[in-house]
């Protein structure tokens, strides 16, 4: 939830409109340059902390394929067919 609500918080206090998804438009807030600083901060340290799970995410499935082969990846995924049509 952060992501989305200091995204929001950036644009809408650096004086820019904001279109939700061309439906409607948000509400702005009043022009505050060290409100919107900092929400572009939050902002951005959750999209790296965002990047850094899926890392990990991936890495542990690799972990868990490569190394532990212990078919947790097999049990995730749907049955295969064998390709017949």
Request: hydrophobic letters at 45%; zero cysteines.
């Amino acid at each position: 939830l952060l992501m989305p609500i200091s995204g929001y918080v950036h644009s809408a206090s650096d004086g820019q409109g904001i279109v939700y998804f061309g439906l409607f438009d948000l509400p702005g807030l009043p022009r505050n340059d060290d409100v919107a600083l900092v929400a572009k901060q939050i902002h951005l340290a959750v999209q790296w902390l965002l990047y850094l799970l899926v890392l990990l995410h991936v890495a542990g499935t690799a972990w868990h394929v490569m190394i532990r082969r212990d078919g947790t990846l097999d049990r995730m995924l749907p049955p295969q067919t064998g390709g017949r049509t």
